[in-house]
Nanobody, 121 residues
């Protein structure tokens, strides 16, 4: 079964740091683009950061300079280092990846189950 499993969420005070991790598992080739999205209560899911298999990154303006996305292609993992956290960063954070099963010709988009990040003021 192909899946993305996140870890590392939690409660942190404003100004603090957290690191989220996500591992892709199953019979897959190394993922193409991977990324993090978030959804706050009452709001739509939004892009936080993405990274290609070659290491090119893209960030939402709201997190530039505070968050850093990275990946380990050998381990099929993607991480999000979050610094200088603000209460408005509170949300459920979802891992996302384009992956192809070894038994398939097609790439599909997958989501993790989400991990809660709460930043207190």
């Amino acid at each position: 079964q192909v899946q993305l499993v996140e870890s590392g969420g939690g409660l942190v005070q404003a100004g603090g740091s957290l690191t989220l991790s996500c591992v892709a598992s199953g019979s897959i080739f190394s993922p193409n683009a991977m990324g993090w999205y978030r959804q706050a209560p009452g709001k739509q899911r939004e892009l936080v950061a993405t990274i290609t298999s070659g290491g090119s990154t893209n960030y939402a303006d709201s997190v530039k300079g505070r968050f850093t996305i990275s990946r380990d292609n050998a381990k099929n993992t993607v991480s999000l280092q979050m610094n200088s956290l603000k209460p408005e960063d509170t949300a459920v954070y979802y891992c996302n990846a384009d992956m192809r099963r070894t038994s398939s010709y097609y790439t599909r988009n997958y989501w993790g189950q989400g991990t809660q990040v709460t930043v207190s003021s």
